[in-house]
Every structure is written in structure tokens, then in C-alpha cells.
T-cell receptor
Framework: DVKVTQSSRYLVKRTGEKVFLECVQD?????MFWYRQDPGLGLRLIYF???????EKGDIPEGYSVSREKKERFSLILESASTNQTSMYLC??????????????FGPGTRLTVL | AQTVTQSQPEMSVQEAETVTLSCTYD???????LFWYKQPPSRQMILVIR??????QNATENRFSVNFQKAAKSFSLKISDSQLGDAAMYFC??????????FGEGTQLTVNP
């Protein structure tokens, strides 16, 4: 089974702190994604990566950056956390091309609170 | 840009009954995929069912089936014989070229015993 893990289930940070959210997948997937989930807004794509050291902006990249130094690991970075970044963050991975409909496999999520 | 709309923020159903969750989408593409994902409380999101736009036959997975109306751009999920374990947030999602998914707002389903 595909396993996507995230470094923390719950995280509390202060405004202005630098925050790292880590995601690891064990299925050798090329594609990895970071979403934020907010009530009434569904999931919105922040960034995604289709290969090591490659990244693409999603729909809401402002205030975030990402790093993918190894294929299995995709990090989301909040350079200076703000209260409006309080949210649930979900990581996902998927195989390339037309394998399995590009089904995305999700991690358990990190609920981040910025005070 | 593609958009996905779930007009029912909340739905409820009695155990053993049938419920239908609605989803509409907007696209100019002819070839795409549609998905329903389930997010149980405090648990990971999992894929429930998927549909290729070029297939006319509606997808079915056990108690879960879809009603795909391509001309109307509608993709509803029907859950038959609802069980307590079906209680979750359900998301409709769309994908055309590439790997990106576009999600709807979600529908919170409550199953009453």
C-alpha cells in the first residue's frame, strides 16, 4: 500500500516564525502536492512537484515555498507565518503519466495554528 | 480555468437508505477524469470512485455509483445502503491534462442510526 506520512498532526506556531512541514512517500511517485484545506473552500493547491528539484506554483502559492531535494520528500515552508495561514495542510503523491488515473494518495494532514 | 462546485455543504441520511451527493464542473476539455474522495473524521482522504469522461458507462464500486452526465457537466455520487462508516466529508475532483486535481468545496455527510 502507498504510504504518505506528514511530520506532525498538530502544530502551533507564532506569527513571524519560519515553519517547515515535511511529507514523505514510499511508493517512488514522481508527483507530489501540497494543499491547504479550509471549510467551505475545499482543497486548494499551493505547490506541486513532478520531479526532484522541480516545482510548480499552484493556485495559492503566496507566502509559501517548497523544497524537493529527494524524490520521496516534499517540504512546505512558511517563511514568516501569519495568522491567515492557520489551516489544515495536506500532502499527496501520485505516479506519473496515465498510471492509475494519476490517483493521488494523501497523507493524514497537519493542522497548523498560527498565534 | 476549470471549476468544480458542490452545492450541498451538508447532507444527512438514515442508515440503510440511499443518498446522492451532487457535483457540477465547468471545462472546455473533452477528455478528463472525475473523482470522488472521502475524508473520514481525523483520517486520511481516500479515493472512492473515478470516471473517465470518454466512457459512457457510469462507474460503480460496490455500494457507490456515479451518475455522469457529460453534456450537463454533472457528476453525482450515489451511496446505497448507507452505513455509519460512510459518514465523512466527500470531495468531488476533476483532472484533465497533467496531474493537477481541482476540488470542489466538499459535502459533509452525516449518517443517522
Amino acid at each position: 500500500d502507498v504510504k504518505v506520512t506528514q511530520s506532525s498532526r498538530y502544530l502551533v506556531k507564532r506569527t513571524g516564525e519560519k515553519v517547515f512541514l515535511e511529507c514523505v512517500q514510499d511508493m517512488d511517485h514522481e508527483n507530489m502536492f501540497w494543499y491547504r484545506q479550509d471549510p467551505g473552500l475545499g482543497l486548494r493547491l499551493i505547490y506541486f512537484s513532478y520531479d526532484v528539484k522541480m516545482k510548480e506554483k499552484g493556485d495559492i502559492p503566496e507566502g509559501y515555498s517548497v523544497s524537493r531535494e529527494k524524490k520521496e520528500r516534499f517540504s512546505l515552508i512558511l517563511e514568516s507565518a501569519s495568522t491567515n495561514q492557520t489551516s489544515m495542510y495536506l500532502c499527496a503523491s501520485s505516479p506519473p503519466g496515465q498510471q492509475n488515473y494519476n490517483e493521488q494518495f494523501f497523507g493524514p494532514g497537519t493542522r497548523l495554528t498560527v498565534l | 480555468a476549470q471549476t468544480v462546485t458542490q452545492s450541498q455543504p451538508e447532507m444527512s441520511v438514515q442508515e440503510a437508505e440511499t443518498v446522492t451527493l451532487s457535483c457540477t464542473y465547468d471545462t472546455s476539455e473533452s477528455d478528463y477524469y472525475l473523482f470522488w474522495y472521502k475524508q473520514p473524521p481525523s483520517r486520511q482522504m481516500i479515493l472512492v470512485i473515478r470516471q473517465e469522461a470518454y466512457k459512457q458507462q457510469n462507474a460503480t464500486e460496490n455500494r457507490f455509483s456515479v451518475n455522469f452526465q457529460k453534456a450537463a457537466k454533472s457528476f453525482s455520487l450515489k451511496i446505497s445502503d448507507s452505513q455509519l462508516g460512510d459518514a465523512a466529508m466527500y470531495f468531488c475532483a476533476y483532472r484533465s491534462g497533467g496531474s493537477r486535481l481541482t476540488f470542489g468545496e466538499g459535502t459533509q455527510l452525516t449518517v443517522n442510526p
